[in-house]
T-cell receptor, first 110, second 114 residues
Framework: DAKTTQPPSMDCAEGRAANLPCNHSTISGNEYVYWYRQIHSQGPQYIIHGLKNNETNEMASLIITEDRKSSTLILPHATLRDTAVYYCIVNRGSNYKLTFGKGTLLTVNP | DAMVIQNPRYQVTQFGKPVTLSCSQTLNHNVMYWYQQKSSQAPKLLFHYYDKDFNNEADTPDNFQSRRPNTSFCFLDIRSPGLGDAAMYLC?????????????FGPGTRLTVL
């Protein structure tokens, strides 16, 4: 599975959009981009995933560049409860295994 | 609400004393996973069950075993815990083995080894 690169930390003001980038320049055609997050002392939580097209659900939006070498997770109106480590994972659709990287610690400030 | 439950949330054991962590799910999912997460590190997959089929990761130490007596329950057995096994142990489930099936995680059991 392709490796991902994320900034180690980011800050965001409460109520503003949080844009979390992820680079996956070696992604192959059958690999999906997944986002999970882990709030302190809790288990990881699925957020969203996509292959080529942009995706949106009740939690977030996922924007994947046309060449698929990078993506951005958007939390449209960040709250204090969104403070967590966000993991970007690239995975083949047929592969069950989630390989977590270091992730981005997003801190939402009042 | 359908969920993944882990008991206990905190477990203390002594060096070398066998310990069992438990996980149950009400999602009726086919797949159950065990992850190990050491302090300030990302979760790492130890093994998983697809129905009754056990799948061990290549680098999982022999000290770690698992049992799945039925669809709802899965256990993690550590035969002789060492100090390096202190970690958060996370149980997760998914409907199937496809990567497109999201994994649902429990709250974890934090294991302390004295």
């Amino acid at each position: 599975d392709a490796k991902t690169t994320q900034p180690p930390s980011m800050d965001c003001a409460e109520g503003r959009a949080a844009n979390l980038p992820c680079n996956h320049s070696t992604i192959s055609g059958n690999e999906y981009v997944y986002w999970y997050r882990q709030i302190h002392s809790q288990g990881p939580q699925y957020i969203i995933h996509g292959l080529k097209n942009n995706e949106t659900n009740e939690m977030a939006s996922l924007i994947i560049t046309e060449d698929r070498k990078s993506s951005t997770l958007i939390l449209p109106h960040a709250t204090l409860r969104d403070t967590a480590v966000y993991y970007c994972i690239v995975n083949r659709g047929s592969n069950y295994k989630l390989t977590f990287g270091k992730g981005t610690l997003l801190t939402v400030n009042p | 609400d359908a969920m993944v439950i882990q008991n206990p949330r905190y477990q203390v054991t002594q060096f070398g004393k066998p310990v069992t962590l438990s996980c149950s799910q009400t999602l009726n999912h086919n797949v159950m996973y065990w992850y190990q997460q050491k302090s300030s590190q990302a979760p790492k997959l130890l093994f998983h069950y697809y129905d009754k089929d056990f799948n061990n990761e290549a680098d999982t130490p022999d000290n770690f075993q698992s049992r799945r007596p039925n669809t709802s329950f899965c256990f993690l057995d550590i035969r002789s815990p060492g100090l390096g096994d202190a970690a958060m142990y996370l149980c997760a489930t998914s409907r199937d083995q496809a990567g497109s099936d999201e994994q649902f995680f429990g709250p974890g059991t934090r294991l302390t080894v004295l």
